[in-house]
């Protein structure tokens, strides 16, 4: 269901039916990140549950510490009690392997923390952010959301993305804007095993990226090497010989010994293409004395 934007009278009724499926749910946790789709339904549980909603971000090395503070601020804004627990993914062996189902060990981690705090502060729902769009991804955590009967109000009334923004806009939630940002793992290809290691030096590796200016974009992860893709709309900005050796260099004092900048636009979700081959293009090499080097 995809609304226009300017259409506020299909956006406020659109508002209404959400805020009404989400307040015959009782009392609910958000499974918050801050970002746009968990933000909405923060703001929609407010509407419709008041003060029986409580909103949880989880943190863990796979979630840039940035995030949290970001997600503090989006439940001030709209008035909801938050708070922040840890999740132990790397403790899972299934999580580390990471195989396709990475996700849902992640999750199932996640949903866990959170079903035994709601079942102990007598919360008769979990919520998370999903939406229509999730459903044509693949998405293994979705199983383990159902696992532990997790209601996605949006994903259920096929809400996309495009609407999802603007219904966030039409609400003023402060994050309607924020770029989406998947946590670390998944910048990593099926088959590299993920250890905290590997997530820090992806987190530098971006921090430094988004300090040169850019908002959207990955830093993937093959071992020594690392490949930048950036959204179409800064692509250009690429393409500066000054701009890109100052890129190459981040990517570098991350700690890899490659670092490419791809040509292409970035494709959200390309890793889960099980035909996603390591970059063949040119790369940039600058070993250093005592790198450490990550088999490939």
Not at 100 to 118: G, V
Not at 154 to 177: C, M, N, Q, Y
């Amino acid at each position: 269901m995809t609304a226009d934007p300017a259409a506020g009278a299909d956006l406020d009724a659109l508002v209404e039916r959400l805020t009404e499926r989400v307040r015959v749910l009782g009392s609910a946790v958000v499974a918050f990140s801050g970002g746009v789709d968990s933000s909405l339904v923060l703001a929609l549980a407010r509407r419709a549950l008041a003060q029986r909603v409580l909103a949880v971000t989880a943190v863990s090395p796979a979630v840039p510490a940035e995030e949290l503070a970001g997600a503090r601020a989006v439940a001030r804004r709209l008035g909801a009690a938050h708070e922040v627990i840890a999740t132990d993914e790397l403790a899972r062996e299934d999580y580390r392997r990471n195989d396709r189902f990475r996700c849902f060990h992640c999750k199932s981690e996640l949903y866990e923390r959170l079903a035994a705090l709601a079942d102990a502060r007598g919360y008769e729902s979990l919520l998370s952010g999903a939406n229509a769009d999730d459903a044509g991804d693949w998405r293994p955590g979705l199983r383990a959301a159902a696992a532990h009967h997790v209601r996605h109000p949006l994903l259920e009334a096929g809400i996309d993305k495009a609407t999802v923004r603007a219904l966030a806009e039409r609400l003023g939630v402060p994050s309607a804007r924020k770029p989406a940002s998947p946590c670390l793992a998944s910048r990593v290809p099926y088959g590299i095993p993920v250890d905290a290691h590997t997530l820090g030096r992806i987190e530098v590796a971006e921090r430094a990226v988004r300090k040169l200016g850019h908002r959207s974009f990955r830093v993937r992860h093959y071992g020594a090497r690392s490949r930048l893709e950036v959204a179409g709309e800064e692509l250009d900005r690429t393409f500066d010989p000054e701009h890109r050796a100052a890129l190459e260099t981040a990517m570098l004092a991350a700690g890899y010994l490659e670092a490419e900048i791809s040509a292409q636009p970035l494709r959200s979700g390309s890793l889960n293409d099980p035909a996603q081959a390591a970059p063949t293009s040119s790369l940039t090499s600058a070993p250093s004395p005592g790198s450490p080097i990550e088999a490939t």
